[in-house]
């Protein structure tokens, strides 16, 4: 797999991504100053969110526990104020091409790949919660730009419908192994979860990481991650959703460089190293990817459902114009799309709400495959 020219995979130097995503607390200006401190501090790429508030959260949205515990007390006027255009995003976009690092995006509606294409990024990457979005991952692959696929809180079966779905993609994919808690607690990084996603996928495989700690990338990449994500803040005590999750730019240069040094090592300074880096607990092969219980939250919370975009009465048959998709994940999976158009409504639904099997008659159970 090839971004912006880098090689990527197993023996080579982890291709290491800065998320930005929304540290930039809203500002083009500190989004730009974020991506000149990913360069400086050894990252190959940096990352960017692109959503509308209103395009993804439904009446129904919910404040994840980590986002409560921040100080937000609204999900959707959080998201409209950490909401950055594809014209705001394009100013840190051209200082990624002026500081030589790959630019890529984060997509969370499918209405927004088009306009996403118009900032000419290097990448898409899919956020944890859509390895369910069947429509989204599509849209992303069908550009031809390599798609990286984040898999927390996601199981096995999970992951292999999405690359089932992604099967005749003309460009390159990736899948990260991923914790979906912010932060991530000592002692449940999952890294046995990177071996998983390899037993099932030949391409390349890497590690989302939401520890926040300095040493999990080095500990990753030993158990074969040849990408490495981690959040990059401007400062770890701010105000916002995922600061606490990240690492200021010092750390993150620390990051970067043990990671890069475990891979630069001889196979015996690698074990001596694997010694002195925490080791890892041994995980048996049948729960090597599996769902913690500190994931539940983001899990029902962050994931899309398909959604009505107005009242519907009893009766009326599903019409494709008649839904969207959006969080939270309390209802149908947004694969289900097509086996719900032509169904019944078994009674009243209210618009700009997750629809659920119980509002229809006879739902036929379908294959996510």
């Known amino acids: 797999m090839r971004i912006a020219g880098r090689e990527i995979g197993r023996g080579s130097s982890p291709f290491v991504i800065a998320e930005i995503g929304v540290n930039h607390d809203g500002s083009v200006e500190r989004a730009v100053e974020l991506v000149r401190a990913a360069a400086a501090a050894g990252a190959d790429a940096a990352k960017f969110q692109l959503f509308r508030a209103d395009d993804l959260m439904s009446r129904a949205s919910k404040l994840a526990a980590y986002q409560a515990s921040a100080g937000e007390r609204d999900p959707i006027e959080m998201l409209r ?3 950055l255009s594809t014209d705001q995003l394009r100013p840190a976009v051209e200082e990624c091409r002026r500081a030589g690092i790959a630019a890529i995006v984060t997509v ?27 429509p989204l991952l599509e849209a992303m692959a069908s550009t031809g730009r390599p798609l990286i696929v984040s898999t927390g809180a996601s199981t096995i079966d999970e992951v292999t ?18 914790v979906s808690s912010y932060p991530t607690p000592e002692g449940m990084e999952e890294l046995a979860g990177v071996r998983a996603l390899s037993r099932v996928f030949e391409g390349p495989v890497g590690y989302s990481d939401h520890t926040p700690g300095i ?36 750390g993150f240069a620390a990051y970067v460089r043990l990671a890069r040094e475990v891979v630069s090592s001889g196979r015996v300074a690698r074990e001596e190293k694997l010694r002195a880096i925490r080791g890892e607990p041994r995980v048996p092969l049948s729960s090597m990817k599996r769902v913690l219980p500190i994931e539940a939250d983001v899990r029902t919370l962050s994931r899309q459902s398909l959604t009505t975009v107005r009242d519907l ?26 086996s719900v158009i032509g169904q019944r409504l078994a009674g009243d639904v209210a618009g700009d709400m997750p629809l659920c099997e ?11 495959a």
């Open 358 to 368: 119980k509002d229809l008659i006879g739902l036929p159970t379908t294959a996510a």
């Open 108 to 134: 969370f509606s499918v209405g927004l790949v088009r306009e996403a294409e118009l900032l000419g990024v290097d990448a898409y990457k899919s956020a944890s919660p859509d390895i369910i979005h069947k």
């Open 215 to 250: 040493e999990t990338g080095a500990r990753a990449v030993l158990a074969g991650a040849a990408i490495l994500e981690k959040h990059l803040t401007h400062d770890r005590g701010a105000a916002g959703p995922d600061h606490s999750a990240s690492l200021d730019p010092a």
């Open 161 to 178: 419908h999405a690359l089932g779905w992604l099967r005749r993609s003309s460009g390159s994919l990736a899948l990260l192994q991923c």
């Open 81 to 83: 104020r950490l909401e």
């Open 313 to 338: 009465p009893a009766g009326h048959v599903i019409r494709r114009e008649d839904l969207t998709i959006k969080r939270p994940g309390t209802g149908l999976e947004p694969w289900r799309l097509e």
